[in-house]
């Protein structure tokens, strides 16, 4: 007698990343049946890339109230003239129009790292899901700090205007963060705290809890490796400041 073998639907991409935000466990059922990260990654991309355009006026204008003074007080800089400091100017500018593509692509660059980082961390613990899928779970995770994060930020940027802004690093504090709780603090500390906020504290959850999922460890081990992973990207945040 014929034996009929009825085949799993495929899970929806957009409908696992639409329930990485409203239904964690089950977009991680879906991520260990099948590890789709490419449809989160163009999702995201095109969140990130939106959310610098909107903020561009107010990047721009900080930046060039700022970058002034940088090349006044840098050695290498000081003696230039009038002329060569615009032109300067002017050519830095042109790479901080680049910002909406950078931040577009660097979604993808975090979620490989991230996903190295959670995969190695389950090997010791003999954990049962493979790179690709913990990378699929970090690229789906993204959208809420790279996409839903940026654009929260962007809307609060719009509201206060370009005007607001003297300095790049001040765009970066727009969003609540615990930054907001030390406002005398140096601008590196600001930095370093402004990492912790609403949207990278979700994240952080997400990944343990979804690693804890995918790989079958004991999830003290997976919001540990996402608590390393919050902590280097606050140390992040601080490196790029320059006051």
């Known amino acids: 007698m014929a034996t009929t073998f009825e085949r799993r639907p495929v899970p929806n991409a957009l409908v696992t990343l639409w329930n990485v935000i409203v239904a964690p ?3 991680f059922e879906a991520l260990r049946e099948q590890p789709a990260w490419v449809i989160a990654f163009i999702v995201t991309a095109v969140l990130c890339f939106v959310a610098q355009t ?3 006026p107010a990047t721009l204008h900080a930046f060039t109230a700022w970058y002034p003074s940088q090349l006044s007080h840098d050695p290498r800089t000081a003696g230039m ?4 400091r615009q032109a300067a100017l002017g050519m830095a500018a042109g790479f901080v129009r680049f910002g909406a593509l950078v931040s577009a692509l660097s979604s993808l660059v975090a979620a ?3 996903g190295l980082v959670l995969w190695i961390a389950s090997i010791p613990v003999q954990g049962r899901a493979g790179f690709l899928r913990l ?3 970090a690229m789906n995770v993204a959208i809420v700090w790279f996409g839903l994060g ?3 930020t962007a809307a609060i940027v719009a509201a206060r205007g370009p005007d607001a802004f003297t300095a790049p690093w001040q765009v970066t504090l727009a969003l609540p963060s615990l930054a907001w709780l030390a406002p005398g603090a140096p601008p ?4 370093f705290l402004a990492g912790l906020n609403p949207f990278s504290l979700w994240s952080l959850v997400l990944l343990g809890a979804g690693t804890a999922s995918l790989a079958r460890i004991p999830p003290a081990v997976g919001y540990a490796a996402a608590a390393l992973i919050t902590v280097c990207s606050c140390l992040l945040y601080s490196f790029a ?3």
Request: no cysteine; net charge neutral.
């Open 25 to 27: 466990a089950t977009a």
């Open 54 to 56: 909107l903020m561009l």
């Open 81 to 84: 003239t009038a002329d060569q």
């Open 112 to 114: 490989l790292v991230t």
């Open 135 to 137: 990378f699929a779970l």
């Open 150 to 152: 940026q654009l929260v």
């Open 188 to 191: 590196k500390l600001l930095g």
């Open 241 to 243: 400041i320059q006051p």
